[in-house]
T-cell receptor, first 117, second 110 residues
Framework: GAGVSQSPRYKVAKRGQDVALRCDPI?????LFWYQQALGQGPEFLTY????????KSGLPSDRFFAERPEGSVSTLKIQRTQQEDSAVYLC???????????????FGPGTRLTVL | KQEVTQIPAALSVPEGENLVLNCSFT??????LQWFRQDPGKGLTSLLL?????REQTSGRLNASLDKSSGRSTLYIAASQPGDSATYLC?????????FGKGTTLSVSS
């Protein structure tokens, strides 16, 4: 079946522009996660949704970052007034169940590479 | 706060060698531990998930072990091939999200 998809795959923005990144999780998956991966680093958690509810946004680096999942499926990560330090790969992941559970495997999309000039 | 460390950061081996990648974590209260593969410019591919109650998982030439008491996991790759060249990431499931190490970049030469 189809995996997690993300669009666009690449995005170049001028400093100060707003960007929107889209994630389509695996159909029926309850949980959706956003991660940020800087060059040469492991991914770092940004935010978590269980269905349409945003249960954890502790990893969002500033109030310029905003995420939503209004119907419990597709999610959008929005970054306002982009800065150069926002340049990174943004990864989306989904899992079948809610956040707890030792069997809860996360499946990742290909990521969106954001470059802020 | 959970921290995950991977050693070595990079590894180069000739084709056919068996090899071990190491992962350590500071808090043993984890739900599971996942190993991923990441090719350059690509997303993460899940390789193995070890539940907190399990000791190891196997998939083909890959075997991953988990020792919660010592805070360690290892990924064993048998008979390495050039196609195994990639960055391998381990991640501990604690709380809401996965906590990742920085990865081990593996290069297998033919």
């Amino acid at each position: 079946g189809a995996g997690v998809s993300q669009s666009p795959r690449y995005k170049v923005a001028k400093r100060g522009q707003d960007v929107a990144l889209r994630c389509d999780p695996i159909s029926g998956h309850v949980s959706l996660f956003w991660y940020q991966q800087a060059l040469g680093q492991g991914p770092e958690f940004l935010t978590y949704f269980q269905n349409e509810a945003q249960l954890d946004k502790s990893g969002l680096p500033s109030d310029r970052f905003f995420a939503e999942r209004p119907e419990g499926s597709v999610s959008t990560l929005k970054i306002q007034r982009t800065q150069q330090e926002d340049s990174a790969v943004y990864l989306c992941a989904s899992s079948q169940w809610g956040r707890t559970g030792s069997y809860n495997e996360q499946f990742f999309g290909p990521g969106t590479r954001l470059t802020v000039l | 706060k959970q921290e995950v460390t991977q050693i070595p950061a990079a590894l180069s081996v000739p084709e056919g060698e068996n090899l071990v990648l190491n992962c350590s974590f500071t808090d043993s209260a984890i739900y599971n531990l996942q190993w991923f593969r990441q090719d350059p410019g690509k997303g993460l591919t899940s390789l193995l998930l070890i539940q907190s109650s399990q000791r190891e998982q196997t998939s083909g030439r890959l075997n991953a072990s988990l020792d919660k008491s010592s805070g360690r996991s290892t990924l064993y790759i048998a008979a390495s091939q050039p196609g195994d060249s990639a960055t391998y990431l381990c991640a501990a499931a604690a709380g809401t999200a996965l906590i990742f190490g920085k990865g081990t970049t593996l290069s297998v030469s033919s």
